[in-house]
Structures are given as structure tokens and as C-alpha cells.
């Protein structure tokens, strides 16, 4: 028999969703409404737990305690909430969540070592990567050890010329304009063979987070949670956090030493602007400490006082207060975009300018950039997707891809599109000069590819390799290609179990008439959303469209009004519409009646708020 759909709910009147039947498939086999195959391939499914009675309960408590509609209270009990821990989940604090960066391996000897730079005036050299995460990172070290006094000097490498992480002549560089301590954020772990070579010409730091299963650089300090002998348990932050925390460590140290009484002490909170952008952009789950982070952090963004930031949001088109979104996809690429095409350091340039002028042209400069790479990643992606399909086709979980004539800046994007797409791990590297192959690689939840890199690059497969379980980086000779491959297949053999396309996680079904302007402002309050924090993705069932036309200056914005059985209407859109089959349904004069996926918003516009469902997906009801 099939198996009922979860009941309607508004926001006026709370039900409690139906059980399958005693002899059915466990909750989490369920399809949400029925739909095996929707019209862009994918199932949909009910978030495991929507239909438990326990859950229900939880969540009506939940809801009851934050005074929250009962279905906020449900969203907030399937993201594993409990009423002890729902209230610091809703207002996240740092007071309540900061944890004592003692715990972390190494970091009071880190700390000890730089608040002894403090005191005594030393030149301060600081090695980054040119990311998002290693750009900010590096910005929060220079502002605090400047507004403490130090002299600082700043490399970020060359992504073509220097490759990833730390090298000799860049640290000897930071060495001969009088650094005395050198710390790496973001890079580092297993780079031994480089940075054992400054034995005696400067201390080392290391602010890292990636994984390695090597022997750890015999240097002063290796801070990093994914160290093996590190039970910190913060593993899940990113390097721009680890330095906010050295810093943190720093300053109690001076505090300790009575600095503060004769010196003035930092503003350390107004360094939480870069912990929130790089969290989300370099993909750390929103739970926790890393939620306080970024919430707390969105706050400092919102004030625009970080004069390079605020030119960038700016020619960004940020206009609102940032959120997790534009961090994600407005500003970071632009940060990104230096360090993969262009100029690797200008991204921590404009983040550490203090001249609105300065800001403005390099604002409008990675702005340019960004948009170059995005030409360069078009110009590959069409042909790497036709490769990408043929080795689905033939029955690879994994599917690497390599090309003579791609730039190596934009491997990892591509990977990840790829990825998305087919849902299974992607890799994809260019060609060099020299014969051997660079790329990028990109996960699916559930399978360790940094593991596997270190791995392969052990087994001798690779020249270099390392990163997290969602991203990893890589080189070889172009002759182990075919062995790589086959290693990578046979390491992640379990990817060849996963559908074609990505299931769509349902949290629970809304009638168009409870889709109000409250509900969406009260589900707003599980922001901000990113990794391990999905935005809660709702149906609604059965829906008619009475009214469809293209807007935007391409036309591939596609506006809709909604009905549904209930009588109410909601208006709707749907990005890049195209000529896709999802579009082309939903402008099909029959109207046949659909099932809608999205995500329901609250939107301000000249004073008015109205509600607007954003369109994921859709099936034939």
C-alpha cells in the first residue's frame, strides 16, 4: 500500500503527522509525497525522524519552552536539538560556547612564544593560503599583533608559481625583512620536509586544520584539532577560528603578565567578521561553536567597519546585512577569485586596507577577476561534464578528470559542480608545463577523500596530496593517472551505491494558505544556514499555478503565482530557469497540478514585508 503523506501544516493550526503503516518501510525509506523520481531526477525524502512520535513531543516542547509555532519547534528537534540545548542554538553566544583554547594541543606554548613577540617588539612574519579561510586567518593575526605593537610582514603564495602551502624562499623572504617568529595558518601540518629546513633562522607556528598522517614538523608549536594527539575535540573549525583563538590565548597570557595595565588591550571581537566569512566559506559545519561564530560575526559585518569589506560587499551587490549566503556567494568567491586566477594576495590586501580609496579599486579589481574566472571555469566545465558522465556510465564511483589546456585555479570549482551533479566524489586536475597533473578534489558527505589523498600519496601514487573529508588538493606524474583512478575507486567503492542525483531532504509539507509572512520570519530563526544547518526545505502538496512570466534581464528568472487546494496563494520564483524541464512544467499553459519543494522566506522590499516560496524542485502530483 502506499505510504500516506505527511499532513498540511500552518501556522494556525498544529497537527501531528501521520505514521506509516505497521508493516512499512522505516521513516527514513520514505519517499515525501510519494515522489521516486522528480523532475530533475532526484528523490525526495522525508528528513529521517519527521514522522516519530518522540520527535513530535520533543519538538512541541521545544516549541512550547522559545515560544516558537510547534512545526519551528519539530524543524528545531530534527536538527537534534533538545530543550536543554535549543535556547543557546536559537541565540548562540560566545560567552556560553567559547571554549578554552588550552584544550587545544600546543596552543599554550603558540600563545606563550607570540605574546613574548608582543613584549619584546619582534617582527612577525605570517605565511597564509590563498583561500578564503587563509586570507582571513592571516588578516586577524596582522591586525592583532599590529594593534599590539609588532611589525608585520605577510606572504600568501602563488598558486601557479609556489604552489600550496609553505616554501624556503617565501619564508626565508618573511626572515630577511626581520621576522624573528614565523606562524603558518592554514598550511602547514605536512609540509615537515619545508619548514624543518628553518631550523635556527626563525620560531615556527603552525595554525592549521588539515589532516595529516605524517610526522609533524619538528618546530615550536603545531596548533591543529585533526592532529592525531589533539582531543580538543574542535576538529570541525577552520583556521581563521583557530587564530581568533591564539589570539584569545595570546591576550590572557599579557593579561596575565600585567602588559594591559601600561598598554591599551585589542578589540578582539571586531575580528569575528573574518571568523564568520571564513567558516562559511571554507564549508565548517554551523553547529555550535561554529554557529556562534558566525552569528556573532555577521553582527560585526552588519556595521561595516572593516573598510575593505565594506567596498567589497558593496561592488559585491550586499546591500542588506550579510548573511551566510552572501558570504558564501558574493564575497568569498570575489576573496577566492585572487588566489586562483590573478594576484594571490590581494584578497588579504583589501581585507587589511584602512583607505576607502585603496579598498575601492581593489574591491572592483577581484570584482573583474571574479568575473574572468568564471569564464575560464565555462570554458571547461562543458566539456568535463560530457567526461563526467562517461565515466558514470561506465560504472566508476569516483570520476577523475584531467585536461591539457584547463587552468589550475579553477580545477576545484569545477570539481565541485561536478559533484553536485552526478553525486558522486570528483576530482579534476590540470596539466602542467613539466608533464605531471595538479588538481582538486570534492566529496559527498559520508566519504573521506583527504583520508584517501594521504593515503594514495603514502602508497606512492602521488607527489603531493592532503586535505579534509569534503576537499582535498593533489599532484602526480601524468603516467599514474590510470593507477590513481583505480586506487580511488577501489578506496570509496561505496560511492558506486549512491543514487544518480542527490536526494532532496524534506522537513516536513505546508498548505499554501499557511505559508504566511510569521511563519517564514520564526523559521528564519534557525539562521544562519550553511553546512550542518540546512535551511529547513518544505513542500507543498498539490499546488496549482495560476500565473508564470520571465523577468530579470535575461528572462531566466521565472516569477510565479501560486494556488492551492486550500484557496491561498503565495508567490514563487525560480532562478535560472533556462529551458530546463522544471521550467518548462511550471510555464506549461495546462496547469497540471505539482508538488513544490523550497525553501519559504520572509523578504522586506520599501518598507513591506511579504513572504516568497523559492523554488528547488517539482513533481507531477
Given at each position: 500500500?502506499?505510504y500516506?503523506?505527511l499532513?498540511?501544516?500552518?501556522?494556525f493550526?498544529?497537527?501531528?503527522m501521520?505514521?506509516?503503516?505497521?508493516?512499512?518501510?522505516p521513516?527514513?525509506a520514505?519517499?515525501?509525497?510519494?515522489?521516486?523520481?522528480?523532475?530533475?531526477?532526484?528523490?525526495?525524502?522525508?528528513?529521517?525522524?519527521?514522522?516519530?512520535?518522540?520527535?513530535?513531543?520533543?519538538?512541541?516542547?521545544?516549541?512550547?519552552r522559545a515560544?516558537l509555532?510547534?512545526?519551528?519547534?519539530r524543524?528545531?528537534?530534527?536538527?537534534?536539538?533538545?530543550?536543554e540545548?535549543?535556547?543557546?542554538f536559537?541565540?548562540p553566544?560566545?560567552?556560553?560556547?567559547?571554549?578554552?583554547p588550552?584544550e587545544?594541543?600546543d596552543?599554550?606554548v603558540?600563545?606563550?612564544?607570540?605574546?613574548?613577540?608582543?613584549?619584546?617588539?619582534?617582527?612577525?612574519?605570517?605565511f597564509g593560503?590563498?583561500?578564503?579561510?587563509?586570507?582571513?586567518a592571516?588578516?586577524?593575526?596582522?591586525s592583532f599583533f599590529e594593534?599590539?605593537?609588532?611589525?608585520v610582514?605577510t606572504?600568501?603564495?602563488?598558486?601557479?608559481t609556489?604552489?600550496?602551502?609553505?616554501?624556503?624562499?617565501a619564508?626565508?623572504?618573511?626572515v630577511?625583512?626581520?621576522?624573528?617568529?614565523?606562524?603558518?595558518v592554514d598550511?602547514?601540518?605536512?609540509?615537515?620536509?619545508?619548514?624543518?629546513?628553518?631550523?635556527?633562522?626563525a620560531d615556527l607556528?603552525?595554525?592549521?586544520?588539515?589532516k595529516?598522517?605524517?610526522?609533524?614538523?619538528?618546530i615550536?608549536?603545531?596548533?591543529?584539532?585533526?592532529?592525531p594527539?589533539?582531543?580538543?575535540?574542535?576538529?570541525?573549525?577552520?583556521?581563521a577560528?583557530?587564530?581568533?583563538?591564539?589570539?584569545?590565548?595570546?591576550a590572557?597570557?599579557?593579561?596575565s603578565?600585567?602588559?594591559?595595565?601600561?598598554?591599551?588591550?585589542?578589540?578582539?571581537m571586531r575580528?569575528?567578521?573574518l571568523?564568520a566569512?571564513a567558516?562559511?566559506?571554507d564549508?565548517?559545519?554551523l553547529?555550535?561553536l561554529?554557529?556562534?561564530f558566525?552569528?556573532?560575526?555577521?553582527k560585526?559585518?552588519a556595521?561595516?567597519?572593516?573598510t575593505?569589506?565594506?567596498?567589497?560587499m558593496?561592488?559585491?551587490?550586499?546591500?542588506?546585512a550579510?548573511?551566510?549566503f552572501?558570504?558564501?556567494f558574493?564575497?568569498?568567491?570575489?576573496?577566492n577569485a585572487g588566489?586562483?586566477?590573478?594576484?594571490a594576495?590581494?584578497?588579504?590586501r583589501?581585507?587589511r586596507?584602512?583607505d576607502?580609496?585603496?579598498?575601492?579599486?581593489?574591491?572592483?579589481?577581484?570584482?573583474?577577476v571574479n568575473?574572468?574566472r568564471q569564464?575560464?571555469?565555462?570554458?571547461?566545465l562543458?566539456?568535463?561534464m560530457?567526461?563526467a558522465?562517461?565515466?558514470?556510465e561506465a560504472?566508476h564511483?569516483?570520476?577523475?578528470l584531467t585536461g591539457?589546456?584547463?587552468?589550475?585555479?579553477?580545477v576545484g570549482?569545477?570539481?565541485?559542480?561536478?559533484?553536485?551533479?552526478?553525486?558522486?566524489p570528483?576530482?579534476?586536475g590540470?596539466?602542467?608545463d613539466d608533464?605531471?597533473?595538479?588538481?582538486?578534489g570534492?566529496?559527498?558527505?559520508?566519504?573521506?577523500?583527504?583520508?584517501?589523498?594521504?593515503?594514495?600519496?603514502?602508497?606512492?601514487l602521488?607527489?603531493t596530496?592532503?586535505?579534509?573529508?569534503m576537499?582535498?588538493?593533489?599532484?602526480?606524474?601524468?603516467?599514474?593517472?590510470?593507477?590513481?583512478?583505480t586506487?580511488?575507486?577501489?578506496?570509496?567503492a561505496g560511492?558506486?551505491?549512491?543514487?544518480d542525483?542527490?536526494?532532496?531532504e524534506?522537513?516536513?509539507?505546508?498548505?499554501?494558505?499557511?505559508?504566511?509572512?510569521?511563519l517564514?520570519?520564526?523559521m528564519a530563526?534557525?539562521?544562519?544556514?550553511?553546512a550542518?544547518?540546512?535551511?529547513?526545505?518544505?513542500?507543498?502538496?498539490?499546488?496549482?499555478i495560476?500565473?508564470?512570466d520571465?523577468?530579470?534581464r535575461d528572462?531566466?528568472?521565472?516569477?510565479?503565482?501560486?494556488?492551492?487546494?486550500?484557496?491561498?496563494?503565495?508567490?514563487?520564483l525560480?532562478?535560472?530557469?533556462g529551458d530546463s524541464?522544471?521550467?518548462?512544467t511550471?510555464e506549461?499553459?495546462?496547469r497540471p497540478p505539482?508538488?513544490?519543494a523550497?525553501?519559504?522566506?520572509?523578504?522586506?522590499?520599501n518598507?513591506?514585508?511579504?513572504?516568497?516560496?523559492?523554488?528547488?524542485?517539482?513533481?507531477?502530483?
Amino acid at each position: 500500500m502506499p505510504y500516506p503523506a505527511l499532513p498540511e501544516m500552518t501556522a494556525f493550526s498544529e497537527t501531528t503527522m501521520l505514521l506509516p503503516p505497521d508493516d512499512a518501510a522505516p521513516p527514513q525509506a520514505r519517499a515525501a509525497l510519494g515522489v521516486e523520481a522528480s523532475l530533475t531526477g532526484r528523490r525526495w525524502m522525508w528528513r529521517p525522524g519527521a514522522d516519530s512520535p518522540d520527535l513530535m513531543r520533543l519538538g512541541a516542547a521545544i516549541a512550547q519552552r522559545a515560544g516558537l509555532p510547534e512545526i519551528v519547534g519539530r524543524l528545531l528537534a530534527l536538527r537534534g536539538l533538545s530543550l536543554e540545548t535549543a535556547a543557546d542554538f536559537l541565540d548562540p553566544k560566545l560567552r556560553a560556547l567559547m571554549p578554552n583554547p588550552s584544550e587545544l594541543r600546543d596552543m599554550d606554548v603558540a600563545a606563550a612564544r607570540m605574546a613574548q613577540a608582543v613584549q619584546k617588539g619582534e617582527t612577525i612574519g605570517i605565511f597564509g593560503d590563498y583561500d578564503v579561510d587563509g586570507a582571513c586567518a592571516s588578516g586577524i593575526l596582522a591586525s592583532f599583533f599590529e594593534e599590539l605593537g609588532c611589525a608585520v610582514h605577510t606572504h600568501i603564495p602563488d598558486r601557479m608559481t609556489e604552489g600550496y602551502g609553505p616554501n624556503v624562499p617565501a619564508l626565508e623572504g618573511l626572515v630577511a625583512r626581520g621576522a624573528s617568529l614565523l606562524v603558518c595558518v592554514d598550511c602547514g601540518t605536512a609540509a615537515s620536509d619545508i619548514l624543518n629546513q628553518m631550523a635556527g633562522k626563525a620560531d615556527l607556528v603552525v595554525l592549521d586544520h588539515h589532516k595529516s598522517e605524517d610526522a609533524l614538523p619538528a618546530i615550536l608549536a603545531t596548533v591543529n584539532p585533526n592532529r592525531p594527539d589533539c582531543t580538543s575535540g574542535l576538529g570541525h573549525v577552520c583556521a581563521a577560528a583557530l587564530a581568533f583563538l591564539a589570539a584569545v590565548a595570546t591576550a590572557r597570557d599579557l593579561r596575565s603578565a600585567g602588559w594591559f595595565e601600561a598598554h591599551p588591550a585589542p578589540d578582539l571581537m571586531r575580528q569575528l567578521d573574518l571568523v564568520a566569512l571564513a567558516t562559511v566559506c571554507d564549508v565548517m559545519p554551523l553547529q555550535g561553536l561554529n554557529r556562534a561564530f558566525v552569528a556573532q560575526g555577521l553582527k560585526i559585518m552588519a556595521r561595516r567597519q572593516r573598510t575593505g569589506l565594506a567596498a567589497l560587499m558593496e561592488i559585491a551587490g550586499v546591500t542588506k546585512a550579510p548573511d551566510a549566503f552572501s558570504c558564501g556567494f558574493a564575497i568569498g568567491p570575489r576573496i577566492n577569485a585572487g588566489g586562483r586566477i590573478a594576484e594571490a594576495a590581494l584578497g588579504l590586501r583589501l581585507l587589511r586596507s584602512e583607505d576607502a580609496h585603496e579598498a575601492k579599486i581593489m574591491a572592483e579589481r577581484l570584482d573583474a577577476v571574479n568575473r574572468r574566472r568564471q569564464g575560464v571555469e565555462a570554458d571547461i566545465l562543458d566539456l568535463a561534464m560530457q567526461q563526467a558522465a562517461a565515466q558514470r556510465e561506465a560504472g566508476h564511483p569516483v570520476i577523475l578528470l584531467t585536461g591539457k589546456d584547463w587552468h589550475p585555479g579553477v580545477v576545484g570549482i569545477v570539481a565541485g559542480r561536478i559533484k553536485e551533479q552526478f553525486n558522486r566524489p570528483a576530482l579534476v586536475g590540470a596539466a602542467q608545463d613539466d608533464g605531471s597533473i595538479k588538481g582538486s578534489g570534492r566529496s559527498v558527505p559520508g566519504l573521506d577523500l583527504g583520508t584517501v589523498i594521504i593515503a594514495a600519496r603514502q602508497a606512492g601514487l602521488l607527489t603531493t596530496g592532503g586535505g579534509h573529508a569534503m576537499a582535498a588538493g593533489f599532484s602526480l606524474p601524468a603516467e599514474k593517472v590510470d593507477a590513481f583512478h583505480t586506487f580511488l575507486d577501489e578506496r570509496l567503492a561505496g560511492a558506486a551505491q549512491l543514487p544518480d542525483a542527490v536526494d532532496l531532504e524534506i522537513d516536513a509539507a505546508l498548505s499554501v494558505a499557511g505559508a504566511t509572512v510569521e511563519l517564514a520570519q520564526n523559521m528564519a530563526s534557525l539562521a544562519p544556514f550553511g553546512a550542518g544547518n540546512a535551511e529547513p526545505l518544505v513542500a507543498l502538496s498539490h499546488v496549482q499555478i495560476i500565473k508564470a512570466d520571465r523577468i530579470g534581464r535575461d528572462g531566466n528568472t521565472l516569477r510565479l503565482l501560486l494556488k492551492g487546494a486550500d484557496g491561498g496563494r503565495l508567490k514563487a520564483l525560480l532562478f535560472r530557469a533556462g529551458d530546463s524541464p522544471l521550467a518548462a512544467t511550471l510555464e506549461d499553459t495546462t496547469r497540471p497540478p505539482i508538488h513544490l519543494a523550497g525553501y519559504l522566506r520572509a523578504e522586506s522590499w520599501n518598507g513591506r514585508t511579504d513572504v516568497t516560496f523559492f523554488i528547488q524542485d517539482a513533481a507531477l502530483a
